[in-house]
């Protein structure tokens, strides 16, 4: 059986990021992962990726969730820093 280390292993995002996108998207961290994964492939994948994040920490602070919030703040800094292309208003 493949485990959530194996998948994050074969992903371009972290588990931190990966779970994000599977709150977002309702999916399972498997389904996310392949998604993710996809999405840093393709152009602009990368700003629908920050996209998706943005959108869980708004949902987050709409929630009254503000611990959620600032994780969420915070894999968003990770995934920027890695990978900055994603940022808007960053040139391809």
Do not use: W
């Amino acid at each position: 059986m493949i485990s959530a280390e194996d998948i994050e292993d074969m992903s371009a995002l972290t588990r931190a990021e990966i779970d994000a996108l599977a709150e977002h998207e309702h999916f399972t961290t498997y389904d996310a992962a392949l998604m993710g994964n996809y999405l840093m492939q393709i152009h602009h994948g990368p700003q629908k990726v920050h996209e998706m994040i943005c959108d869980d920490i708004r949902a987050a602070m709409h929630a009254d969730d503000i611990q959620h919030a600032r994780d969420l703040f915070t894999v968003l800094r990770g995934f920027l820093t890695e990978n900055p292309q994603a940022a808007r208003g960053a040139s391809n």
